[in-house]
């Protein structure tokens, strides 16, 4: 398959790397431990973490980096206190221009299909709730570690949404395809304690120190296995998922603007907008 080779052909030897630097205008914070050579990448686009394409442009950036600078492992983690990622920016959507919404779903693409394919391995330290896209980046992760008391899941149901292909691609790909079924078609969001019962994380922790301790634990893992091996290895299992968004990515684009430029659809996110605005008095 073209994925496949193309994953094939961006294998690099694996050695440490001690660095700290920032991506961008500080939406993405990329630091590296000089012992261990796993990176902490942290989203901080306060308050909530709301992906929009400058957020996902950076993280595509700093992927690019880690995978040139032939990072030993990344962990995807928050700066905020009680949320991962709360999805999708619903700005990006609500009475969009054509060309800009576009640009802003194939950034997504290409951040699903960087992280979902890299060639190092990759944790999720979810501090947070996890909704949707925030759902989305932590299962494109190898392992994923949650902190208690919070929600994750692909809830788009509940708001009148079809998760795309892909997003379901990546929760069979995590959970059993049974769980997936049900959980997508009702938009469930699990509480920490049920994602573990049906594998869609791996591992509770107490608090973000704990959850970035569990997810570091994890590379520890591959310390005697051949890197090389361990990477053809992923590329493979995951190679016919990122194939599949590759040679439909401009009809998914299509797809998507057809969607959200539905009046039904652009009326709903209006009332959804205006429902936030109440709440937070403004």
């Given amino acids: 398959m073209m994925a496949l080779r193309n994953l094939l052909k961006s294998a690099k030897p694996i050695h440490n790397l001690a660095r700290c630097y920032s991506a961008g205008a500080k939406l993405v914070d990329v630091k590296v431990n000089?012992?261990?050579?796993?990176?902490?990448?942290?989203?901080?686009?306060?308050?909530?973490?709301?992906?929009?394409?400058?957020?996902?442009?950076?993280?595509?950036?700093?992927?690019?980096?880690?995978?040139?600078?032939?990072t030993r492992g990344m962990i995807l983690t928050s700066a905020s206190n009680t949320v991962f990622s709360a999805g999708l920016d619903i700005m990006e959507m609500y009475k969009p221009q054509e060309e800009k919404c576009k640009k802003f779903w194939t950034t997504l693409q290409d951040t699903w299909l960087k992280l979902y394919g890299s060639s190092f391995p990759t944790a999720a330290a979810i501090n947070g709730h996890s909704p949707a896209g925030g759902c989305l980046l932590s299962m494109c992760c190898e392992y994923r570690v949650m902190v208690n008391n919070f929600t994750i899941g692909l809830n788009?149901?509940?708001?009148?949404?079809?998760?795309?292909?892909?997003?379901?691609?990546?929760?069979?790909?995590?959970?059993?395809?049974?769980?997936?079924?049900?959980?997508?078609?009702?938009?469930?969001?699990?509480?920490?304690?049920?994602?573990?019962?049906?594998?869609?994380?791996?591992?509770?922790?107490?608090?973000?120190?704990?959850?970035?301790?569990?997810?570091?634990?994890?590379?520890?893992?591959?310390?005697?296995?051949?890197?090389?091996?361990?990477?053809?290895?992923?590329?493979?299992?995951?190679?016919?998922d990122l194939q599949d968004l590759l040679d439909n990515k401009e009809t998914d684009v299509d797809l998507f603007w057809f969607s959200v430029s539905q009046p039904m659809v652009q009326k709903s996110l209006d009332k959804y907008i205006e429902a936030l605005k109440k709440k937070s008095g403004k």
Avoid: C, H
């Fill in 34 to 70: 000089d012992q261990n050579g796993v990176a902490t990448v942290t989203m901080q686009r306060m308050p909530v973490n709301s992906l929009n394409y400058d957020l996902l442009s950076q993280l595509v950036d700093a992927i690019d980096d880690l995978e040139n600078n032939k």
């Fill in 156 to 240: 788009e149901t509940q708001l009148g949404i079809v998760a795309p292909k892909w997003f379901i691609a990546s929760m069979q790909n995590t959970m059993s395809k049974r769980d997936a079924e049900i959980a997508l078609t009702s938009g469930r969001l699990f509480t920490t304690e049920e994602a573990l019962k049906v594998g869609l994380v791996d591992e509770i922790a107490s608090d973000k120190e704990d959850a970035l301790a569990k997810a570091e634990k994890f590379f520890a893992r591959f310390a005697k296995v051949n890197p090389l091996a361990r990477q053809l290895t992923k590329a493979s299992l995951r190679g016919e």
